[in-house]
Structures are given as C-alpha cells and as structure tokens.
C-alpha cells in the first residue's frame, strides 16, 4: 500500500504557461511550418486555414 506522501508527490502541479502574444504565436507558427503541416498548426493554435496561411505568407 501506497503512502500519502508518495502519492501526493507524484502528483506534482504544473503551473500553466502564459498565453502567447500575437507576435509570438505568429513567429512559432513560421518556425513550425514545413509546407505540408497546415492541419497540425490549425489543430495546435485554434486557426482557420486561410489564417495560417496569412501567416506562412503564402
């Protein structure tokens, strides 16, 4: 049988990250994009298509 103490250690808190500005999400969105990952920057940021495609310059 587990103790409260190792139990309560494994469950550790994670603080949350800040939310990126506009600049910020737009610059990690260029990093990211390899011309065929549009999907994954739409699902990963909340985007449209057309949106990141804006951003790609494209």
């Known amino acids: 049988m587990r103790s409260a103490a190792t139990v309560k250690s494994r469950l550790t808190h994670k603080p949350a990250e800040a939310p990126l500005t506009r600049e ?26 057309s949106a990141v495609y804006a951003i790609v310059g494209k």
Do not use: T
């Not at 969105?29 to 449209?48: C, D, F, P, Q």
């Open 24 to 49: 910020e999400r737009n610059a990690r969105i260029r990093a990211e994009w390899n011309g065929r990952n549009v999907k994954e920057l739409i699902a990963r940021y909340g985007l449209s298509r």
